[in-house]
Structures are given as structure tokens and as C-alpha cells.
């Protein structure tokens, strides 16, 4: 079995509604995304993907479309915590994603750990992700630590 791990970045900014200090304002991060995902190499030869366990590129493909897009440059909120009246006529606000969540580090991986999984091929396991808030704040999730209760 081998790992492999891809980094991304996004800028996005957040609040944390009823926190004891500064986050509970609205506030940016430029966060770091670290993927590792593990499998065999394929080495049926012929195919593109020969020597690989996945093409980085695919890799790409699946957290852009279902993290980069969505959040590079938006405001997370909780549900409930803001009126949403404004969010249609003013561009300022054209980009809010309300997640029923408080928009930790920690319930961001508990999202993307989610969505990455669904869109692997079964070969395909997610391993780990570490998401850095600032240079000096990361939160890890392990694959190893969320084994589902049988
Ligand atoms: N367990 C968590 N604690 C905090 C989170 C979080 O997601 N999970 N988030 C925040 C804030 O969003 C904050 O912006 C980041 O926290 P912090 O590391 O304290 O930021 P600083 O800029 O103060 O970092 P320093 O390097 O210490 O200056 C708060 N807590």
C-alpha cells in the first residue's frame, strides 16, 4: 500500500458564533488542505494511470469541485446565526455557504472527510486529512480514528 498526498489552499472567512474572543467576528483565513489517500499502484500496462495508486490530477478534480469551488473566497456561517435578508441584493454577500454546523476546523473535516470519501473509487481509501486555519492552528482527521462502529 502506498500514500499519496496532494496540498491546497483557499481563502474563506468565518465567524464562531457565541465563542469567548475574536473569531466570534467575521474574520478570514487563508487555509491549507492536506489529502492522503492510500492504495496499490496500478500496474496493468497500457493505461494512463499505469504505476499509479491515482492520478494526482483526479485527486485535484474531486477536492476542487467539491471544497475549492465552493468555499475559495466565501463567508461559512452557521444556519441561524445572521438574517440572510441581504444575500440576493447586495454582491458583498454573493457568496455565503450556511453550513448547520459551527464552522470549526474540526466540523470543516468532518465535512470534507465526507464529501472526499464519496467520490473515491472503492480502491480508494481516504487516509487522513489536516486542515491549517493559520500558520500555527491545524486539526487533523485519520481514517484510523473514525472506524465505523460494527
Ligand atoms: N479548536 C479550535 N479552536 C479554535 C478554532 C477552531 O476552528 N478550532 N478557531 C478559532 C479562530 O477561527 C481563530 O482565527 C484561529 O485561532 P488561533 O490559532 O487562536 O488564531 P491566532 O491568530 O490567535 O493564532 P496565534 O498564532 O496564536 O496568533 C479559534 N479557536
Redesign the pocket.
Known amino acids: 500500500m502506498i500514500r499519496l498526498t496532494k496540498i491546497f489552499r483557499f481563502e474563506m472567512a468565518h465567524a ?1 458564533p457565541g465563542y469567548n ?1 475574536l ?1 466570534k467576528h467575521i ?1 478570514g ?1 487563508s487555509y491549507r488542505l492536506e489529502v492522503t489517500i492510500s492504495g496499490e499502484p496500478d500496474n496493468h500496462s497500457g493505461h494512463s494511470s499505469e504505476g499509479m495508486v491515482f492520478d494526482f490530477a483526479d485527486l485535484k478534480a474531486i477536492v476542487q469541485q467539491e471544497i475549492i469551488l465552493p468555499l475559495d473566497h466565501a463567508l461559512m456561517l452557521k444556519e441561524g446565526s445572521m438574517p440572510s435578508f441581504a444575500e440576493n441584493e447586495n454582491e458583498l454577500l454573493g457568496k455565503i455557504v450556511w453550513v448547520p454546523w459551527q464552522p ?3 466540523n470543516m473535516l468532518l465535512d470534507f472527510a465526507g464529501r472526499i470519501s464519496n467520490n473515491l473509487p472503492e480502491r480508494i481509501r481516504l487516509c487522513s486529512l489536516k486542515l491549517y ?2 500558520s ?2 491545524y ?1 487533523e482527521w485519520h481514517a484510523s480514528d473514525n472506524l465505523p462502529v460494527t
Do not use: I, V
Request: glycine share 8%; proline share 0%; hydrophobic share 15%.
Open positions: 464562531l474572543g473569531c474574520h483565513h470549526t476546523c474540526e486555519e493559520t500555527t492552528s486539526a
